[in-house]
């Protein structure tokens, strides 16, 4: 079964630059989770999607980020303009659901802003 | 979610017992135990989650005090490959708000020959 899949696996921009990451789920997966995890420290949630609708997104600076699951599967997550700040790994989870709800990770995008 | 304890870093000899510890003393009758690792450049992965029984699977072992304020990880012959950081989190079940994964700075696992 395949994982979770990211691309680009490495993204270079100079900072206001717009930059965007793309994620699948593990097929079937309705909850999908965006972290963002800076250099040294485990990672901190961003946004949770069950299906289409964000239904936590307390975390996510709203006014540079956004995100998107327009068809509750893959989805976008989207910065502009960047800020050198916003160097980080950025990974995306995702989870069947249920009482143990066990979160499967991809293998993340590793953003570096100049 | 309860917070955990972790020793910041630990060295084990390859094949012997790699035992992790995690300390939760706070932790509530309806938090799960996981335990996820993280190899350089990758994305966290899952090890093993438990409530309140002990676990095993082919990767590790779960033990859970029966007071459930403390746990161990352990990998029971240690490979190179299993150099990472491994984090102990404490989480509600289910997905709501409550039931994020909190990680915290977790336990470098450094495998020598």
């Known amino acids: 079964e395949a994982g979770v899949v990211q691309s680009p696996r490495y993204k270079i921009i100079e900072k206001k630059q717009p930059v965007a990451f793309w994620c699948n789920p593990i097929s079937g997966h309705n909850t999908l989770y965006w972290y963002l995890q800076n250099l040294g420290q485990g990672p901190e949630l961003l946004i949770r999607?069950?299906?289409?609708?964000?239904?936590?997104d307390s975390q996510l600076p709203k006014d540079r980020f956004s995100a998107e699951r327009l068809k509750g599967v893959d989805s976008t997550l989207k910065i502009q303009p960047a800020e050198l700040g916003d160097s980080a790994v950025y990974l995306c989870?995702?989870?069947?659901?249920?009482?143990?709800?066990?979160?499967?990770f991809g293998p993340g995008t590793r953003l570096t802003v100049l | 979610d309860a917070k955990t304890t972790q020793p910041p870093s630990m060295d084990c000899a390859e094949g012997r017992a790699a035992n992790l510890p995690c300390n939760h003393s706070t932790i509530s009758g309806n938090e799960y135990v996981y335990w996820y690792r993280q190899i350089h450049s990758q994305g966290p992965q899952y090890i093993i989650h438990?409530?309140?029984n002990n676990e095993t699977n082919e990767m590790a072992s779960l033990i859970i005090t029966e007071d459930r304020k403390s746990s161990t990880l352990i990998l029971p012959h240690a490979t190179l490959r299993d150099t990472a950081v491994y984090y102990c989190i404490v989480r509600v079940g289910g997905t709501g708000t409550a039931s994020k994964l909190t990680f915290g700075t977790g336990t470098r696992l450094q495998v020598t020959l």
């Open positions: 999607y069950e299906n289409e609708e964000a239904v936590d």
């Open positions: 438990g409530l309140k």
């Open positions: 989870a995702s989870s069947l659901g249920g009482v143990a709800d066990t979160q499967y």
